[in-house]
């Protein structure tokens, strides 16, 4: 059941639906009845963030910020966290907050 559950939420956000793409982001992100697979969910969250999902722009900045599924790059996980701070994304607030503090 998990399995097509999965692949017809997959099917959706191939289709730029946003909340299925958080939804597949999360699954993969997490390990929610798969393997966690980091580039998969990155994959998931952008489709949601251009979309201007502001929770998937600050998990696309925080997977940028640490590396998770692509290589770290400071430049793209501010202007993605900025994004979705701009939206008042509390968890976004603070990331932006910190990376400024550390210079990033």
Same mark, same amino acid.
């Given at each position: 059941?998990?399995?097509?559950?999965?692949?017809?939420?997959?099917?959706?956000?191939?289709? /730029? $639906?946003?909340?299925?793409?958080?939804? &597949? %982001?999360?699954? #993969?992100?997490? +390990?929610? =009845?798969?393997? !966690? *697979? @980091?580039?998969?969910?990155?994959?998931?969250?952008?489709?949601?963030?251009?979309? /201007? $999902?502001?929770?998937?722009?600050?998990? &696309? %900045?925080?997977? #940028?910020?640490? +590396?998770? =599924?692509?290589? !770290? *790059? @400071?430049?793209?996980?501010?202007?993605?966290?900025?994004?979705?701070?701009?939206?008042?994304?509390?968890?976004?607030?603070?990331?932006? %907050?910190?990376? #400024?503090?550390? +210079?990033?």
């Amino acid at each position: 059941e998990v399995d097509g559950a999965i692949v017809m939420l997959q099917e959706a956000a191939d289709q /730029g $639906h946003i909340k299925a793409a958080e939804f &597949v %982001g999360c699954i #993969y992100h997490w +390990g929610q =009845g798969v393997a !966690v *697979d @980091y580039s998969r969910a990155m994959a998931a969250y952008k489709v949601a963030a251009e979309g /201007g $999902h502001a929770l998937c722009q600050w998990e &696309v %900045g925080t997977m #940028y910020y640490n +590396g998770r =599924g692509v290589d !770290v *790059d @400071y430049a793209q996980a501010r202007a993605w966290i900025e994004n979705a701070a701009a939206q008042d994304d509390p968890e976004a607030v603070g990331q932006l %907050g910190t990376m #400024y503090g550390e +210079g990033k």
